[in-house]
């Protein structure tokens, strides 16, 4: 590694000359079509002012960024910052992902507005591994497929719906770490627990609109309703149908907020056949009727 940021080589991408920030905000490319034209060996060099995401899906390698070292296990997610000195070393052939590269001032001040919480992932190096087989990890190629159409497209618009699945899939990443940092701190016990409630989760983000007992949502995690709620009990801090109603309820109040729809066919969507007894849950839970809360909620949405 050099001793001094003046003599890092700054590319704007792999190997080409910087250029000005405002040309392709939104960048998009796969790993061997510049890396494999540098003998899939890129020097440490640095972005002045662009984040790059790169998600190796297959092979493997090893990354420097800023002075520490990775060894690559894909699929991973490898986010290098503007200013962050960063080189790989692929091998050879076998390696494939998308890379996006993105101005990383316009993408923080967008975050800074929607999620303030992701500047931290915005700002710091990191490597990800990613449990292909996690909710968030099913998210990630759309993202990334949609953010190629969109840079592909030249055309009105491009730059703001460019960032904006740039946002997007620093959520994913946000909550791809979230869930890695668990992992570390967890026991192997502890760690299953995790993953049984990641799945009980991914459910009722499933079958929140159908009014599903809890009996249905421990055979399709193949336990008892007893041992389902003792589980959420002790990851979650409520029970199980704590958990659901919880669920039911952020739906109902989404729905009350931003859609058209009146208090019945609200009832409807989540699965009440009755009008009135949606009320009364809604007000159990929520300490207002439905009409009440959606009235509330549209005078801070127009005072905002």
Not at 92 to 106: M, N
Not at 138 to 146: H, K, Q, V, Y
Not at 277 to 283: A, D, I, L, P, Q
Request: hydrophobic share 40%; net charge negative; charged share 25%.
């Amino acid at each position: 590694m050099t001793s001094g940021m003046t003599s890092v080589p700054n590319f704007a991408l792999y190997g080409t000359q910087a250029q000005p920030t405002w040309r392709d905000l939104v960048h998009f490319e796969r790993i061997p079509e510049r890396s494999g034209l540098h003998n899939w060996e890129i020097e440490p060099h640095f972005h002045d002012a662009l984040i790059q995401v790169l998600y190796p899906i297959s092979g493997g390698g090893e990354t420097f960024i800023d002075g520490r070292k990775w060894t690559l296990q894909t699929p991973c997610l490898i986010v290098a910052p503007a200013h962050s000195v960063h080189g790989f070393h692929w091998t050879i052939g076998d390696v494939d992902g998308p890379v996006v590269t993105a101005a990383q001032r316009p993408l923080e001040s967008l975050a800074a507005t929607a999620s303030p919480e992701l500047l931290q992932h915005i700002r710091k190096p990191t490597v990800l591994h990613v449990d292909p087989t996690s909710r968030h990890a099913e998210s990630l190629m759309p993202l990334f497929d949609a953010i190629e159409r969109e840079a592909a497209t030249h055309t009105q618009g491009q730059v703001a719906a460019g960032m904006a699945l740039m946002v997007a899939l620093f959520v994913q990443i946000a909550r791809i770490s979230e869930t890695s940092a668990r992992a570390e701190e967890d026991d192997v016990p502890r760690t299953r627990k995790a993953l049984q409630v990641e799945r009980f989760r991914a459910l009722l983000d499933e079958h929140c609109r159908e009014r599903v007992p809890v009996e249905r949502y421990a055979s399709e995690l193949g336990v008892t309703a007893g041992q389902l709620t003792r589980l959420c009990r002790e990851v979650m801090g409520m029970s199980t149908l704590d958990a659901i109603n919880a669920r039911v309820v952020h739906e109902a109040q989404r729905e009350l907020v931003y859609s058209s729809l009146s208090i019945k066919q609200v009832a409807a969507e989540l699965g009440f056949e009755d009008e009135a007894y949606f009320g009364r849950f809604f007000k159990k839970q929520t300490g207002l009727r439905p009409t009440e809360f959606r009235a509330n909620a549209r005078r801070e949405l127009a005072g905002a």
